[in-house]
């Protein structure tokens, strides 16, 4: 580790020589913000397909019995096809319930868009030109936590 009583002042050349790293760790650290949050997207978008295939699986069910239900109703004047409605009715109340709750999964994932990355790269071209401030991390992620890797 270097003390800072030993640095001395830096030339212009030296300061410019370093601009090549720094601008390639800048892209380095968009590229791994651009794929965390993208990485949480598609979550969000595969956990809400699992829902809606629920549905449709049970809505298939319910068909068929809905399906069984006039086949006995027809067939015969017995409660038999009471019993096969009530079941259909349920099942399709549950099949309403898993559709609801996918469809309100994948409204919070929406838009696909990276936003916190355009922010990001915004604020790193506004820095480069020189106008407004330097963002902290509190500016730029509000009160967000960061994520496993300490990465917002």
Known sequence: MTDTKDRRPRSLINLVGDIPRLVRELVQGEIALLKAELIGKAK??????????????ILLYAI?????????????????????????????????ILGFIGYKRLK???????????DSVKDDINAVKGMGK???????????????????
């Open 44 to 57: 969000v978008f595969a956990f809400s397909a699992i829902f809606l295939v629920l549905a449709l699986v």
């Open 64 to 96: 068929g019995v809905l399906l069984t239900a006039a086949v006995l109703g027809l067939a015969t004047v017995l409660p038999g096809w009471l019993a096969a409605i009530i079941v259909a009715v349920v099942l399709l109340i549950v099949a309403a």
């Open 108 to 118: 919070k994932g929406l838009p696909p868009v990276p936003e916190r990355t355009i």
């Open 134 to 152: 330097k963002p902290t991390p509190a500016d730029r992620h509000g009160e967000r936590q960061p994520d496993v890797r300490g990465t917002f």
